[in-house]
């Protein structure tokens, strides 16, 4: 199995930055893309940036521009640096990961982690 361990969240003022992390644990045998969604109440989990095994990414247009996402693929981790943060970026944001495991080599599966809170205030 695959363990998320989700970091970096909190309270920032707008205008403000933060950087969220995620490490992937567990059995593990490859990744292919990790990303970032965020849900808030009574919507929809939308994606916020996905960055694939190769290094290329995708943005959300309304964050374009202001968040960045990397990954340490020797640390199986995947960050996540948000500037220019706005009150509408508030929300529950997760990070998905697609790996294939030891017993499941060839077999992608989609993990998430727990979720991690970040509240802008205006």
């Known amino acids: 199995q695959v363990q998320l361990e989700e970091s970096g969240g909190g309270l920032v003022q707008a205008g403000g930055s933060l950087r969220l992390s995620c490490a992937a644990s567990?059995?593990?045998?490859?990744?292919?893309?990790m990303g970032w969604y965020r849900q808030t109440p009574g919507n929809q989990r939308e994606l916020v940036a996905v960055i694939r095994s190769g290094g290329s990414t995708n943005y959300a247009d309304s964050v374009r521009g202001r968040f960045t996402i990397s990954r340490d693929n020797a640390k199986n981790t995947v960050y996540l640096q948000m500037n220019s943060l706005k009150p509408e970026d508030a929300a529950v944001y997760y990070c998905k990961v697609v790996a294939t495991t030891i017993r499941q080599r060839y077999a992608y599966d989609s993990y998430w982690g727990q979720g991690t809170q970040v509240t802008v205030s205006s």
């Open positions: 567990g059995s593990i045998f490859s990744i292919n893309a």
